[in-house]
């Protein structure tokens, strides 16, 4: 299946740990993104990588670092968890993020619970 | 910056037409996005509007007017699966960023 598929699913953890999503993408698109989605429903970028190039990097905490080995994966390593942290997390990818116009393709998200 | 504005809830009866307004604010529009979200579920990509006017894609139909600074999502023939929350995404021209407003409910009752 044609697809972005993001692990885990689910993550519960306590403060202070460091944990790590993982995205990747079979659709041949260049650009690849992280989402967060907080409890009230709102849809926030983070991050935005073209061709493993950091092309948006949102005002967020050190403590997440994106990477991408190549264009087909992007992880999310977040470091020092804390409670705020709590929220879904969607990667998504599109044809060419610097055009702007491509549809997003989401992946089915990471719940991450901070305890 | 962008302020989009949605608003939150909305029921409807099965086979009704229920339309989903969004307004914005932006400095650079370059398009303006409609998705589809389930409870749990990853958006879904519904529409793309850059030009003035009416988009009809079978049930769904979308509408921009860049210089009111609107759109809205049209959805007829509601089914019970049309219950989701719809997300309308403004592009901005110059960062390329897309900035999601909180998205409208939409219960569908039989």
């Known amino acids: 299946d044609t697809a972005v598929s993001q692990t885990p699913k689910y993550l519960v953890t306590q403060m202070g740990n460091d944990k790590s999503i993982k995205c990747e993408q079979n659709?041949?698109?260049?650009?690849m993104y992280w989402y967060k989605q907080d409890s009230k429903k709102f849809l926030k970028i983070m991050f935005s990588y073209n061709n493993k190039e950091l092309i948006i990097n949102e005002t967020v905490p050190n403590r997440f670092s994106p990477k991408s080995p190549d264009k087909a994966h992007l992880n999310l390593h977040i470091n020092s968890l804390e409670l705020g942290d709590s929220a879904v997390y969607f990667c998504a990818s599109s044809q060419d993020g610097r055009q702007g116009y491509s549809p997003l393709h989401f992946g089915n998200g990471t719940r991450l619970t901070v305890t | 910056g962008q302020n989009i504005d949605q608003p939150t809830e909305m029921t409807a009866t099965e086979g009704a037409i229920v339309q989903i307004n969004c307004t914005y604010q932006?400095?650079?529009?370059?398009?303006l996005f409609w998705y589809q979200q389930h409870a749990g579920e990853a958006p879904t990509f519904l529409s793309y509007n850059v030009l003035d006017g009416l988009e009809e894609k079978g049930r769904f139909s979308s509408f921009l007017s860049r210089s009111k600074g609107y759109s809205y999502l049209l959805l007829k023939e509601l089914q019970m699966k049309d219950s989701a929350s719809y997300l309308c995404?403004?592009?901005?021209?110059?960062?390329?960023?897309?900035?999601f407003g909180k998205g409208n409910q939409v219960v569908v009752i039989p």
């Open positions: 995404a403004v592009l901005h021209y110059g960062n390329n960023r897309l900035a």
């Open positions: 932006t400095s650079g529009f370059n398009g």
């Open positions: 659709l041949g698109h260049d650009t």
